[in-house]
């Protein structure tokens, strides 16, 4: 018994630490191109798309003139992702604050979901330059309680529908800016960069631990 709760500690660092990577190693602006940040930013178990409760699909979505990037279009999706990001600030003790969130978005493959880019500038505690990033997160009603954001999916389908619509030019776009943003603070700030090798370097540790 004590053996397995050891277990789900040492995997609850690891998914803790790997937060740490993927969001300052610009997953922040790269993973989502590859859904790499919804395979590995395991910070809250995805649920898989019932059937029985969504089963229309949105037509033509995966064509970027019908599903174009939209920035603020969706107030209560935007609301969502923000308390979403809100909550990882409690439970990653190097995050001071996600600042600034932007939330575009674009329809996922089903009625009532949604695949939502947050771009943010994350302040990290005692040091002064925000680290400009962007998240990738699955967004699908939740009946009357709104919203459900997940950082990762394990719907197969929907993994390779995401990965569809990052390679739409628009979204490549924002990723693009925002790796620019992220490589400009980067060369402000020489604690910055120290302070995101050391993270880099705690996480590979613990991996290898």
């Known amino acids: 018994m004590e053996g397995r709760e050891r277990?789900?500690?040492?995997?609850?660092?690891?998914?803790?630490?790997?937060?740490?990577?993927?969001?300052?190693?610009?997953?922040?602006?790269?993973?989502?191109?590859?859904?790499?940040?919804?395979?590995?930013?395991?910070?809250?178990?995805?649920?898989?798309?019932?059937?029985?409760?969504?089963t229309v699909e949105n037509r033509y979505c995966e064509i970027?003139?019908?599903?174009?990037?939209?920035?603020?279009?969706?107030?209560?999706?935007?609301?969502?992702?923000?308390?979403?990001?809100?909550?990882?600030e409690e439970e990653a003790?190097?995050?001071?604050?996600?600042?600034?969130?932007q939330v575009y978005t674009k329809e996922g493959r089903y009625k009532g979901t949604y695949v939502a880019f947050?771009?943010?500038?994350?302040?990290?505690r005692d040091i002064y330059t925000k680290v400009p990033?962007?998240?990738?997160?699955?967004?699908e009603e939740?009946?009357?309680?709104g919203y459900r954001v997940s950082a990762s999916v394990e719907d197969?389908?929907?993994?390779?529908?995401?990965?569809?619509?990052?390679?739409?030019?628009?979204?490549?776009?924002?990723?693009?800016s925002t790796q620019d943003s992220y490589q400009t603070a980067l060369r402000s700030d020489a604690l910055l960069q120290e302070a995101l090798a050391d993270l880099k370097s705690a996480y590979e540790d613990s991996t290898e631990s």
């Open 7 to 54: 277990d789900c500690l040492r995997q609850r660092r690891r998914h803790r630490r790997g937060i740490v990577l993927i969001t300052l190693t610009v997953l922040a602006v790269t993973a989502g191109a590859a859904g790499s940040s919804l395979t590995e930013a395991k910070v809250q178990k995805a649920q898989k798309t019932s059937s029985d409760r969504v």
């Open 64 to 88: 970027m003139e019908l599903n174009p990037l939209r920035r603020e279009e969706y107030p209560r999706v935007a609301e969502a992702v923000r308390e979403y990001y809100r909550q990882q």
């Open 93 to 101: 003790g190097f995050v001071e604050a996600y600042d600034d969130i």
């Open 118 to 124: 947050a771009r943010y500038d994350m302040k990290i």
């Open 133 to 139: 990033g962007l998240g990738t997160v699955y967004v």
């Open 142 to 145: 939740d009946g009357e309680d």
């Open 156 to 176: 197969e389908d929907i993994k390779s529908y995401i990965r569809k619509i990052t390679e739409h030019e628009d979204v490549e776009t924002l990723m693009a």
